[in-house]
């Protein structure tokens, strides 16, 4: 698959773009590149057209990615596996990459009559696409423990974040 049809399939929820993401080892900067890309477009949707804070944007979403599959890692493979479960960093790395895809569209935030209604659209999008995602990477059957592995780890990850408590890293790391 092309790039173009990988993120067309992510969009789609498709699993199988998916499981393609997981399986291409050489797929690591084209997840990167859509991270950046969909910062990018949530700057401009969200007004905020200054160059360095897009920078500084992008680098947060490309460590906050990176924290939130380490996060799903350790709670999707160790705490909560099928038993058939077997991924590693990398794959999910790509996967949840990928599975950004939907804030490529969050640029749309800019026109003002659809501007409240696009950060809602593309966040539950989001949601789906994380889901559907870390179901393929984690090898599960259940779609409903995937979207609790999202979610647990999400939450985990903007509580450690927001509330500045770094002994919890220290414990995990």
Known sequence: MTVIERVAGVLRLQPSAFEDIEADHRANSQALAIVVLGTLAA??????YGLGRMVLESVGAVIGLITWAALTYLLGVRLLPEPQTRSDLGELLRVMGYATAPTLFAAVGAVPILGRAVPLVVSLWLLGTFTIGVRQALDYH???????VVIVGWLFWVWTRDF???W???LLF
Do not use: C
């Open 43 to 48: 700057g401009l949707g969200g007004g905020q």
């Open 142 to 148: 259940s779609t409903i423990r995937a979207f609790i």
């Open 164 to 166: 500045g408590i770094p």
């Open 168 to 170: 919890v890293w220290s």
